[in-house]
């Protein structure tokens, strides 16, 4: 056999040179090859979902819509009110103002009087305790607020005796034809309105700017009203010198009370504008008195014409709203919560003037229809504490 040394040679001068350059390219090839897996790896990695962007939704987030803690801890509140009360029900004088039919007593063209609305200052206290069972809260505050409101009205011109114009009391047992008649009449009524409210609610984000906490519990409440009104100067001789009339109508009573908290965030700040409503439905007890008394000139002392009492069980509806604007803030490191809101409430309890109607001396009293409802409404300002 014949052997071709060039080509034996020249194979083994290219492997030695391949076995040169193989620690490079086992290197190269390694590198790449880390990388690729690398990249790979990277690819596979798992990818976590964002904690999303409604605060709440997600029971395992630590994120509140009351408060700035997850764990429990109480809470203070307290509330300034301005508000102004009425109650439309109780008229007390009619004013003729025709004077054409002075015998026949025919013509009532005229106005009846009554109360104005006066404004007074009130509070309303509370407390409460933020649980870490589901967030649940527990709280209970007292609301009290008492209003008078007061008139007084005066004729001049009236000379006559047989002139049918003057103030004529609502309240009185006579007739109109022979009723008296007055140039001055002055009356005020008086209210002092108590409340307790026990609440069970609870406080969540349903979207990313609006949060909802509604609530139920049961309210007990106080609404004590005092009616007067006084008629002097008579006009016809035989009049009464002064007139007077007394009434008073108290209702207590306790019952459920539902109700829900709006609060719409505006941009991700620390306002919100706030909205709260809540219904009750109280059973109680209501007591009235009525009582009018005359002083005939000459006399020393008022001679007492009808006293009447009533005393019965009644169910008040009650309806409370209020709109306004919130501020609030964590404060240190979201140990605290610091709360300011204001803005207009109402309150109305329906069924609030039960007084008896006396037509006439001789006949038996009607009894009061009690449709005339009880409203109290204006201004809050509220200041709301955890901690």
């Known amino acids: 056999m014949q052997i071709n040394r060039p080509k034996i040679l020249w194979s083994l001068h290219m492997f030695s040179s391949l076995l040169k350059v193989m620690p490079i390219l086992t290197l190269g090839l390694g590198v790449g090859l880390e990388a690729q897996s690398s990249q790979k790896n990277t690819k596979m990695q798992p990818t976590y979902r964002a904690a999303s962007a409604v605060c709440g939704v997600n029971e395992g987030e630590?994120?509140?819509?009351?408060?700035?803690?997850?764990?429990m801890g109480g809470a203070l509140e307290m509330?300034?009110?301005?508000?102004?009360?009425?109650?439309?029900?109780?008229?007390?004088?009619?004013?003729?103002?025709?004077?054409?039919?002075?015998?026949?007593?025919?013509?009532n063209i005229g106005s009846v009087v009554r109360l104005n609305s006066d404004w007074?200052?009130?509070?309303?206290?509370?407390?409460?305790?933020?649980?870490?069972?589901?967030?649940?809260?527990?709280?209970?505050?007292?609301?009290?607020?008492?209003?008078?409101?007061?008139?007084?009205?005066?004729?001049?011109?009236?000379?006559?005796?047989?002139d049918p114009r003057g103030f004529y009391p609502l309240h009185s047992v006579n007739d109109y034809g022979t009723q008296n008649r007055y140039r001055d009449v002055s009356a005020s009524w008086h209210l002092q309105h108590n409340v307790v409210d026990l609440e069970l609610g609870r406080a969540f984000y349903i979207t990313k700017?609006?949060?909802?906490?509604?609530?139920?519990g049961l309210r007990s409440g106080w609404i004590n009203q005092k009616f007067k009104s006084t008629f002097t100067l008579p006009i016809n001789s035989a009049a009464f010198q002064e007139y007077d009339f007394h009434g008073k109508n108290n209702f207590?009573?306790?019952?459920?009370?539902?109700?829900?908290h709006s609060q719409w965030h505006i941009d991700s700040s620390s306002w919100s504008i706030l909205g709260k409503a809540s219904t009750s439905l109280l059973l109680g007890q209501t007591k009235t008195?009525?009582?009018?008394?005359?002083?005939?000139?000459?006399?020393?002392?008022?001679v007492t014409e009808r006293q009447l009492?009533?005393?019965?069980?009644?169910?008040v509806p009650n309806l409370q709203i209020f709109i306004g604007l919130d501020?609030?803030?964590?404060?240190?490191?979201?140990?605290?919560?610091?709360?300011?809101?204001?803005?207009?409430?109402?309150?109305?309890?329906?069924?609030?003037?039960?007084?008896?109607?006396?037509?006439?001396?001789?006949?038996?009293?009607?009894?009061?229809?009690?449709?005339?409802?009880?409203?109290?409404e204006g201004l809050t300002v509220n200041v709301h504490f955890d901690f």
């Open 209 to 216: 700017a609006l949060s909802l906490r509604p609530h139920c």
């Open 309 to 315: 009492k009533d005393n019965f069980s009644q169910l």
């Open 327 to 376: 501020w609030g803030s964590c404060l240190d490191c979201e140990k605290y919560y610091l709360g300011v809101n204001a803005g207009w409430e109402t309150n109305i309890y329906w069924n609030q003037f039960n007084i008896p109607t006396a037509i006439r001396d001789s006949y038996a009293p009607l009894p009061g229809t009690g449709n005339q409802a009880v409203t109290m």
């Open 120 to 162: 007074a200052p009130g509070f309303r206290l509370g407390g409460g305790w933020n649980s870490d069972f589901d967030r649940w809260d527990v709280f209970v505050d007292w609301t009290w607020f008492k209003d008078s409101s007061s008139k007084s009205r005066s004729l001049d011109g009236i000379t006559s005796a047989t």
């Open 62 to 71: 630590c994120c509140l819509a009351r408060s700035c803690k997850c764990a």
């Open 289 to 302: 008195h009525y009582h009018n008394k005359s002083l005939t000139t000459g006399a020393s002392s008022f």
């Open 79 to 107: 509330d300034f009110l301005y508000w102004r009360a009425d109650n439309t029900g109780f008229t007390f004088a009619y004013q003729q103002k025709d004077p054409s039919s002075v015998a026949a007593y025919t013509n």
């Open 252 to 260: 207590s009573g306790v019952g459920p009370r539902v109700g829900i």
